[in-house]
């Protein structure tokens, strides 16, 4: 079972959710992980301080000439669906943010010049605090193509009974990447215009790639109803609402769970994960 | 594959980037990597042919794939209105001159004014 915690844009409260949600549930019942697949920016270790186990650097394959002979055919390019491999009068250039590492160049090189060779994009990591468990994914600085990463890291993520997924903001191949096999992507948003703009967008991703969607809405007392609207309309169930609370973002701030620190949030976490289990208790 | 896409044996191609039309009144497109077409000028204008990019409705990689097309039809400059980091990198690995008119510009205005840049590249 798949929990994917998403929002459409970042600092709505996504990983407020996700790392108490997980905490509350690993409470609750074994085999939680939580799961940090917002890889560009994984803040999840700082609230845990997890004890990892498992590190280990990710790559991708990308097509190299390394030195080998090239006529300058072509024909490398041609076949490539992706436009990232280029070919002068006596070499190629490949651009490794467009390569989907295919192959396909490879099989199509008449002189098989080309091989691959792994090219390091990010950091994957697993270990546990207490008894619940814990994988994140970083995404080197400058590195552009963050989707094989995130697929690594729900993957080493999914091995888990019950994996709560902290999915990165947006609706872009990256967000995709981390929701697409999820069982219920959790929707963090605010009720403001632009929370309402970004909400319209991550319930077009969810019903285009065929995703069951909840919400939960956060800093609940500020803004309007247009929020409650369109996911009332949209018959998308709110999991909890939570009010602007100072203490909360405090304990954020500190690295801390809020859980932890504020009885009221607390109480609210552990209705949403009662109302999860009760959902998922059937088809674990 | 089509006579187009073979490496062109004539030397000193100029593509110009274009939005519609097939001869040299039509106008200079804004953006290469997603012109939908090139007219490829040879023997000094004598010679135009149209050649249609497949590659501009590309979500990634319009630029490198549609610098990969000229390559391979043995463009040596290209005139287009902007052209993305990747697509200018790619076009010079591949001994292809990109160069910046302004988007509008007749093309043969654009070929008239860019004379001394184009037989230095084209040969
Ligand atoms: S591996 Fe695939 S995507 Fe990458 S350059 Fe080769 S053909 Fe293109
Ligand atoms: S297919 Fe092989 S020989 Fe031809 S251009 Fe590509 S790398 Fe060079």
């Known amino acids: 079972m798949r929990l994917a915690v998403a929002s459409g844009k970042g600092g709505t409260g996504k990983t407020l959710v996700a790392t108490n949600l997980a ?3 690993a409470a609750r019942r074994a085999g939680v992980a939580y799961v940090d697949a917002d890889v560009e920016a994984p803040n999840g270790h700082l609230f845990f301080q997890p004890d990892f186990t498992w590190i280990e650097r990710h790559g991708v394959p990308v097509p190299t000439l390394d030195g080998a002979h090239c006529a300058g055919c072509g024909e490398c390019a041609s076949a490539c669906q992706f436009g990232a491999i ?175 620190q504020v009885p009221g949030f607390a109480s609210t976490v552990e209705a949403v994960a009662d109302q999860l289990l009760a959902r998922c208790g059937g088809r674990q | 594959m089509s006579d187009m896409d073979k490496q062109s044996p004539v030397r000193g191609c100029v593509a110009v980037a274009v939005v519609e039309g097939s001869d040299l009144s039509a106008a200079v497109g804004a953006h290469f990597g997603r012109s939908p077409r090139f007219l490829l000028v040879r023997d000094s204008g004598a010679n135009v042919q149209a050649l249609d990019n497949s590659h501009a409705e590309a979500a990634q990689g319009a630029g490198t794939a549609t610098a990969s097309l000229l390559i391979r039809n043995g463009v040596t400059v290209v005139l287009a209105g902007q052209f993305g980091p990747k697509a200018e990198d790619a076009l010079r690995a591949g001994g292809i001159l990109p160069v ?19 037989l230095r590249a084209a040969d």
């Open chain 1, 23 to 25: 905490w509350s549930l």
């Open chain 1, 86 to 260: 280029v070919s002068g009068p006596d070499a190629v250039t490949v651009y490794p943010d467009l390569c989907h590492a295919c192959g396909v160049c490879l099989r199509a090189c008449p002189e098989a010049s080309l091989r691959e060779v792994v090219r390091e994009t990010g950091t994957l990591r697993r270990g546990h605090v207490g008894r619940m468990g814990f994988v994140d994914g970083t995404l080197d600085p400058g590195e552009a193509r963050s989707a094989p990463l995130i697929q690594a890291t729900v993957a080493l993520g999914g091995e888990a009974n019950l994996a709560v997924l902290d999915a990165p903001p947006g609706t872009s191949c990256a967000a995709v990447a981390a929701v697409e096999d999820a069982d219920l992507v959790i929707l963090v948003c605010e009720p403001t215009p632009f929370g309402l703009h970004d909400l319209e967008l991550s319930l077009q991703m969810c019903a285009t790639l065929g995703l069951e969607a909840a919400a939960v809405i956060n800093r609940s007392d500020l803004g309007d109803s247009q929020v409650r609207s369109l996911l009332a309309r949209e018959r998308v169930p709110v999991l909890a609402e939570v009010p602007f609370d100072p203490e909360i973002a405090a304990a954020c701030a500190s690295g801390m769970l809020a859980s932890a």
């Open chain 2, 100 to 118: 910046v008119v302004r988007p509008g510009t007749r093309a043969d205005e654009a070929l008239a004014q860019l004379q001394p840049e184009m």
